[in-house]
């Protein structure tokens, strides 16, 4: 049998069952609960479907633009942007012109400005 896609309604919580044999976890059900987290679709493959016992939500959970997933202490994924980075000295040239001081920082101003900055090329702008 082919795989199919069926998107479900999102379901978050500390411990996510997900549909698929690809999944590892640490445990089984033998009554799948499919679920979609986030952006994420999961196939299944006909009868050989099982759940897994996913305990890490962050594993699971896509954070756009250089943002970092956090478990909050309910158990739920949340995409954050640093608040700090390194303070390693290698520059980079964003593709917005802007030096900044590594590519954390870059990522960083990405993610709290909401914008895609890509690096134009290493060392200073200009």
Same mark, same amino acid.
């Given at each position: 049998?082919?795989?199919?896609?069926?998107?479900?309604?999102?379901?978050?919580?500390?411990?996510?069952?997900? $549909?698929? #044999?690809?999944?590892?976890?640490?445990?089984?059900?033998?009554?799948?609960? &499919?679920? =979609?987290?986030? *952006?994420?679709? *999961?196939?299944?493959?006909?009868?050989?479907?099982?759940?897994? $016992?996913?305990?890490?939500?962050?594993?699971?959970?896509?954070?756009?633009?250089?943002?970092?997933?956090?478990?909050? #202490? %309910?158990?739920?994924?949340?995409?954050?942007? =640093?608040?700090?980075?390194?303070?390693? #000295? %290698?520059?980079?040239?964003?593709?917005?012109?802007?030096?900044?001081?590594? $590519?954390?920082?870059? =990522?960083?101003? %990405?993610?709290?400005?909401?914008?895609?900055?890509?690096? #134009? *090329? &290493?060392?200073?702008?200009?």
């Amino acid at each position: 049998m082919g795989a199919s896609c069926i998107s479900y309604p999102k379901e978050l919580s500390s411990s996510h069952f997900l $549909l698929g #044999q690809h999944l590892l976890g640490i445990g089984t059900s033998p009554h799948p609960r &499919p679920t =979609r987290l986030g *952006y994420l679709d *999961y196939c299944g493959a006909g009868e050989h479907n099982f759940c897994s $016992l996913i305990t890490e939500p962050c594993e699971v959970t896509p954070c756009p633009l250089g943002a970092e997933c956090h478990v909050t #202490q %309910a158990g739920r994924p949340v995409c954050r942007c =640093r608040d700090t980075c390194p303070k390693e #000295q %290698a520059h980079v040239c964003g593709t917005d012109g802007v030096t900044y001081h590594n $590519l954390c920082e870059l =990522r960083r101003s %990405a993610c709290v400005n909401v914008s895609h900055i890509g690096v #134009q *090329y &290493p060392g200073s702008c200009g």
